[in-house]
T-cell receptor
């Protein structure tokens, strides 16, 4: 069953604005990952943050993790029309979980030019 | 470099017919392999994973089965499809060593059961 939840479910912004997506999870994690999916395509890994990290950056992406609240956020700065996609968080419990990921329901981001 | 292939890309099948979806990975050895299903507008649900040839773990009881006849080949099957089997099926792989947790996804197969 899906344990993660993301909000908002859909986000519509103008090019140049920042987009923030939130994710909650239910069990202890080893790491949390964010993936992007263009319509009808496979998922592409964006960034991974480990349970002992609080913030991570990659280009225009900034991810935060609050393990006490079991939540994470993804910030995309200076958005572009090409950022239009669905964004998913995925939690990994580590240990003997064999890398299994539990995905959230996703946020559909639309960036208007 | 590593690549992952899935076929077919799209499939329309009648209820009660059999199913075979194939996933192959190139450029890596002994990967962990995963099958996910994605309902329209929803997140991914893990169906099966495999840590080696012939080793299959099922995450949810269902009408589907999986097999791994070769190190880099993962097959999703059904003997008789149900309407509820419709969806977008994604295969993914991961390197099980070196602390690398990223999964790499194939392009997916869209299955419509009528």
């Amino acid at each position: 069953s899906q344990q993660g939840e993301e909000d908002p479910q859909a986000l519509s912004i103008q090019e140049g604005e920042n987009a923030t997506m939130n994710c909650s999870y239910k069990t202890s994690i080893n790491n949390l990952q964010w993936y992007r999916q263009n319509s009808g395509r496979g998922l592409v890994h964006l960034i991974l943050i480990r349970s002992n990290e609080r913030e991570k950056h990659s280009g225009r992406l900034r991810v935060t993790l609050d393990t006490s609240k079991k939540s994470s956020s993804l910030l995309i700065t200076a958005s572009r029309a090409a950022d239009t996609a669905s964004y998913f968080c995925a939690s990994n419990a580590g240990g003997t979980s064999y890398g299994k990921l539990t995905f959230g329901q996703g946020t559909i981001l639309t960036v208007h030019p | 470099s590593q690549t992952i292939h899935q076929w077919p890309a799209t499939l329309v099948q009648p209820v009660g017919s059999p199913l075979s979806l194939e996933c192959t990975v190139e450029g890596t050895s002994n990967p962990n392999l995963y099958w996910y299903r994605q309902a329209a507008g929803r997140g991914l649900q893990l169906l099966f994973y495999s840590v080696g040839i012939g080793q299959i773990s099922s995450e949810v009881p269902q009408n589907l089965s999986a097999s791994r006849p070769q190190d880099r080949q993962f097959i999703l099957s059904s003997k008789k499809l149900l309407l509820s089997d419709s969806g977008f099926y994604l295969c993914a792989w991961r390197t099980p060593t070196g602390g690398r947790e990223t999964q790499y996804f194939g392009p997916g197969t869209r299955l419509l059961v009528l």
